[in-house]
């Protein structure tokens, strides 16, 4: 029965890489065992099986299969390799808030307008010939640069590995919470807040009924698709508002509003005053 834990980082901060590299083990070899390393480790198989240990658990990684370990958790080899194995270890690190959560546990973790939770399966299987596995190739030979820019082409690389991880478990790995369907909508209506997006939209694009997306957005966001909409054209509108000398009308259309009287009116009822007298009040 597959691993259905998921692991949930709440960004930002954005984890950040430590070491990446690629390595095989001879038929008899044994993963070697640490105890508390301090960093999260992710283990993809590319040839072989590579048995691990962590806390109660034991997995057998298998060829296209990624794991995810903890960093506070012993890790021990859990037997010889039977044949030549070939993987990649990728060590990393993260200063922010992270917790473990199994299936049908919802996390506490929540993204909001500003701020993203990445959510990785405990094991991600079936990633060979997909953008995930070229994307472990891609952070090993950035990893093994030298050049003066290598610092940033790896993190770059890191970050766009666990793009492709997370893309990974959406796809089908482990069973969407409410919070993750409801994230999932906010992430795609936070890409269009420029276009009309009705729920039909967000029922198509995200493969839901539109009145279960509804029902995770107002119990992880406590509003429902449509609001949470109008809040971050809002938001957008305020920081338009502060940083540019566009008129009102361009602040609305660029904001994702047709019609700038109705952009004013939501604007004041939302702000307690008129976008002009924001904008005044808030710069020189």
Not at 91 to 102: I, M
Request: glycine share 8%; proline share 6%; aromatic share 10%.
């Amino acid at each position: 029965m597959p691993d259905t834990r998921l692991l949930t980082f709440r960004c930002p901060p954005l984890p950040f890489l430590v070491e990446a590299r690629r390595a095989s083990y001879e038929a008899g070899e044994e993963h070697p065992s640490r105890t508390e390393l301090g960093m999260f480790e992710l283990i993809h198989v590319r040839r072989g099986a590579l048995s691990v240990t962590e806390g109660d658990s034991t997995w057998t990684v298998e060829p296209g299969q990624v794991l995810l370990l903890r960093p506070d958790r012993p890790r021990l080899g859990a037997g010889a390799c039977t044949g030549e194995t070939e993987f990649d270890w990728v060590h990393f690190q993260f200063q922010g808030e992270w917790e473990e959560t199994a299936e049908g546990d919802e996390s506490t973790l929540v993204g909001d307008h500003y701020t993203h939770t990445v959510r990785l399966p405990k094991l991600i299987a079936g990633i060979s010939g997909q953008p995930a596995a070229a994307a472990f190739a891609v952070l090993n030979e950035a990893a093994a640069s030298a050049d003066q820019g290598a610092f940033w082409a790896r993190q770059q690389s890191f970050l766009d590995l666990l793009r492709q991880l997370e893309a990974a478990g959406r796809a089908g790995v482990y069973r969407a919470s409410a919070s993750a369907v409801a994230e999932q909508a906010a992430a795609y209506m936070k890409e269009n807040y420029r276009e009309s997006v009705a729920n039909a939209d967000l029922a198509s694009a995200l493969g839901y009924h539109a009145v279960y997306i509804a029902r995770c957005m107002v119990e992880t966001f406590g509003c429902t698709p449509q609001q949470y909409l109008l809040y971050y054209r809002l938001d957008r509108a305020k920081l338009l508002l502060l940083t540019t000398d566009w008129p009102i009308a361009r602040v609305a259309e660029e904001s994702g509003f047709r019609q700038t009287p109705h952009f004013s009116r939501l604007f004041a009822a939302h702000a307690g005053i008129p976008p002009h007298r924001f904008r005044k009040r808030f710069t020189p």
